[in-house]
């Protein structure tokens, strides 16, 4: 079943109004904020702790590398395929509806916060 996009989806990505230089600055990074996203994510959810050169570990691996490199792409680019964007996120979120995982942000199983850190920051301690 295909769900339909919010009424309120906006008709650009809204990472479209920043600076492209941002999303230039970040490009080289993204091999390792998708490596660092992953750990987190499997410190948050321990059911995500596959092995790295599992199936399961390496589809997380490209999901995540995917999905920051869209949301790079976007940045700064009006004329980004933002359809396509959501797209990615429905089939991520139907994914996870599929295998019964709550979509509630607020799960009291995981601690949803996740820490930002620009290149040069040091790991800041929760």
């Known amino acids: ?5 919010p009424l ?3 008709e650009r990505p ?4 920043l600076d492209p230089e941002v999303g230039a600055s970040v490009r080289p990074f993204i091999t390792a904020a998708s490596e660092e996203m992953m750990q987190e994510i499997q410190e948050m959810a321990p059911e995500y ?3 790295p050169g599992s199936e399961p570990g390496r589809r997380m691996a490209r999901t ?7 949301f790079i792409d976007a940045t700064g680019n009006p004329e980004a395929p933002w359809a396509e964007i959501a797209r990615l996120y429905e089939e991520i979120g139907a994914s996870e509806a599929r295998k019964h995982h709550s979509m509630d942000a607020g ?3 995981h601690d949803h916060r996740v820490p930002v850190r620009l290149p040069g920051d040091h790991k800041r301690s929760r």
Request: hydrophobic share 45%; aromatic share 4%.
């Open 1 to 5: 079943m295909r769900l339909q996009a």
């Open 49 to 51: 702790a596959w092995p």
């Open 14 to 17: 809204p990472m479209a109004r």
């Open 107 to 109: 799960d009291a199983r």
């Open 64 to 70: 995540l590398s995917r999905t920051a490199g869209s």
């Open 8 to 10: 309120s989806m906006p």
